[in-house]
T-cell receptor
């Protein structure tokens, strides 16, 4: 069990550029979650996959955001036409049941 | 709608002193309750969880929490703080049998330990 990994750990981009983050969950976990965390706040739910199906999306997830989980393994989160307000820590978590989530270290996005 | 409130954004304690991090929630239905800890540059880690049964739950690193339904609280305690306990702590509430979007995190409490 190598835990949840996320890449890159840090990303600096200019406003208007597209960025993509990757999350590799714990291999036997079928549930995968994306959260966004800003300074001084707790994580906010973005989207949820069960296997390859995206079952839930938050209202926070504007049409500039898209997430995929092909084949029910790793997941990607893409942000198009980034804005300064997108600067945050993006967290990925996976779980085998509804009771405990295992979090990755996060990807810190800075939009300049 | 459910919500969770962590009453203190920062809690400083002396080493070996007792720790209490407060958490209150609101929900119209039954809930699951969790505490997660976030160390610098690391992912969030589950400390303990309340699903049902005994209202006093024990977690890792000597922490425990008591679910008090009448007070809608789930405060985290430890009898004696260690320097290694310095971290951010998040209280989480999830309505039972609900969707992933109903997992709500508090805003966090930063615990600092003074020697």
């Amino acid at each position: 069990d190598t835990g949840v990994s996320q890449n890159p750990r840090h990303k600096i981009t200019k406003r208007g550029q597209n960025v993509t983050f990757r999350c590799d969950p714990i291999s036997e976990h079928n549930r995968l979650y994306w959260y966004r965390q800003t300074l001084g706040q707790g994580p906010e739910f973005l989207t949820y996959f069960q296997n390859e199906a995206q079952l839930e999306k938050s209202r926070l997830l504007s049409d500039r955001f898209s997430a995929e989980r092909p084949k029910g393994s790793f997941s990607t989160l893409e942000i198009q036409r980034t804005e300064q307000g997108d600067s945050a820590m993006y967290l990925c978590a996976s779980s085998g049941d509804v009771y405990e989530q295992y979090f990755g270290p996060g990807t810190r996005l800075t939009v300049t | 709608a459910q919500s969770v409130t962590q009453l203190d954004s920062q809690v400083p304690v002396f080493e070996e002193a007792p720790v209490e991090l407060r958490c209150n929630y609101s929900s119209s239905v039954s809930v699951y309750l969790f505490w997660y800890v976030q160390y610098p540059n690391q992912g969030l880690q589950l400390l303990l969880k309340y699903l049902s049964g005994s209202t006093l739950v024990k977690g890792i690193n000597g922490f425990e929490a008591e679910f008090k339904k009448s007070e809608t609280s789930f405060h985290l305690t430890k009898p004696s703080a260690h320097m290694s306990d310095a971290a951010e702590y998040f209280c989480v509430v999830s309505e039972t049998y609900s969707s992933a979007s109903k997992i709500i995190f508090g805003s966090g409490t930063r615990l600092s330990i003074r020697p």
